[in-house]
């Protein structure tokens, strides 16, 4: 009875291990799932800010950033940028602006342009 019982407790364990992402069938999906969910709220954001819903748009946009590895960095922090700009985040519009100049190989012109806006705000 025992040995059965902890047969039933090591399948069950590995099971809820896979299905967690733990097993490469886990980590499979989970990889398929994580851009799914980039590009869900990187549209959600850009909706959101179409439609005038800036604040909202604004924390759509900041939880995109949790997705550096999917979405382009440079798009990320431009849409935070302009929606907090639009949401009256100035601290949090000067923040993305900061980012976008420091990115690692951003052309020159394109950090001369970040700058640009920055002083014409």
């Not at 967690?20 to 994580?34: P, Q």
């Not at 798009?75 to 700009?85: G, Q, R």
């Not at 990115?103 to 342009?113: C, F, H, Q, R």
Request: contains cysteine; aromatic residues 8%; proline residues 2%.
């Amino acid at each position: 009875m025992a040995v059965t019982t902890a047969a039933t407790l090591d399948t069950l364990m590995s099971s809820d291990a896979d299905s967690r992402g733990i097993g490469l069938s886990g980590r499979i999906l989970d990889s398929a799932w994580r851009g799914a969910a980039a590009y869900h709220y990187h549209m959600l954001a850009h909706r959101q800010l179409y439609v005038g819903q800036a604040e909202s748009a604004m924390y759509s946009s900041i939880r995109c950033s949790e997705y550096e590895d999917v979405l382009d960095p440079v798009d990320i922090y431009s849409l935070i940028a302009l929606a907090s700009f639009h949401s009256g985040h100035l601290d949090i519009c000067n923040s993305a602006f900061i980012k976008l100049e420091t990115l690692p190989n951003l052309e020159k012109k394109a950090t001369d342009a970040f700058q640009a806006l920055v002083r014409l705000g």
